[in-house]
């Protein structure tokens, strides 16, 4: 999960919420790392602070904001529209069986199934006769010119490459010898 904290109207960027109560963007910004699953001691080392100035954040963004629990204080900064929630494909939310990732072997990348694009049906003559034939979908990278035929599963580029993170990070390339694939 990430969590975006939005710009507020406050001077810090932070936000001015009922009787006039400064919700501060630093206490906002330490509250959505801890939203985001990590401890005082990384959120500390993170933003450069001391421990109990992060403990001190969360306290008076809590008190702030009348919340009795970290998670019931996450649940009003987003009904308040202070924090943005956005899923994100990691281990906790891999479902095994559903999401399934495939590895480009045109650019290198790896992508989720339903992220290939549907492509065009591409007009073919036969026998004097027009038809239009269903193509396969396209790699979802820029300037890739691969479709699902020319991917590898994920998994079998792991059993290969077991360095490889279990989920792939978007955007990265990466590189693999393709030659055990082609039985070379």
Same mark, same amino acid.
Not at 17 to 43: D, P, W
Not at 102 to 127: D, H, Q, T, W, Y
């Given at each position: 999960?990430?969590?975006?904290?939005?710009?507020?109207?406050?001077?810090?960027?932070?936000?001015?919420?009922?009787?006039?109560?400064?919700?501060t963007k630093r206490?906002?910004?330490?509250?959505?790392?801890?939203?985001?699953?990590?401890?005082?001691?990384?959120?500390?080392?993170?933003?450069?602070?001391?421990?109990?100035?992060?403990?001190?954040?969360?306290?008076?963004?809590?008190?702030?904001?009348?919340?009795?629990?970290?998670?019931?204080?996450?649940?009003?900064?987003?009904?308040?529209?202070?924090? &943005?929630?956005?899923?994100?494909?990691?281990? &906790?939310?891999?479902?095994?069986?559903?999401?399934?990732?495939?590895?480009?072997?045109?650019c290198g990348k790896?992508?989720?199934?339903?992220?290939?694009?549907?492509?065009?049906?591409?007009?073919?003559?036969?026998?004097?006769?027009?038809?239009?034939?269903?193509?396969?979908?396209?790699?979802?990278?820029?300037?890739?010119?691969?479709?699902?035929?020319?991917?590898?599963?994920?998994?079998?580029?792991?059993?290969?490459?077991?360095?490889?993170?279990?989920?792939?990070?978007?955007?990265?390339?990466?590189?693999?010898d393709i030659e055990?694939?082609?039985?070379?």
């Amino acid at each position: 999960m990430v969590i975006n904290v939005r710009e507020g109207t406050a001077d810090d960027g932070g936000f001015i919420i009922n009787n006039n109560i400064h919700i501060t963007k630093r206490e906002l910004e330490a509250f959505a790392l801890v939203g985001m699953g990590l401890s005082n001691n990384e959120v500390a080392e993170k933003l450069d602070v001391s421990i109990n100035t992060v403990r001190n954040h969360i306290w008076n963004l809590m008190q702030k904001l009348g919340a009795n629990s970290r998670a019931h204080a996450i649940v009003l900064t987003v009904q308040n529209g202070i924090f &943005d929630v956005k899923q994100q494909k990691s281990l &906790d939310t891999y479902v095994r069986g559903y999401d399934q990732y495939r590895l480009c072997i045109m650019c290198g990348k790896a992508s989720l199934n339903n992220e290939f694009k549907e492509a065009e049906p591409e007009k073919v003559i036969v026998n004097h006769v027009e038809y239009e034939m269903d193509m396969p979908p396209v790699c979802p990278s820029e300037g890739c010119r691969g479709d699902i035929t020319d991917t590898l599963d994920w998994n079998e580029v792991r059993k290969h490459h077991p360095e490889y993170p279990a989920i792939p990070e978007h955007g990265v390339v990466y590189d693999y010898d393709i030659e055990w694939f082609r039985g070379y």
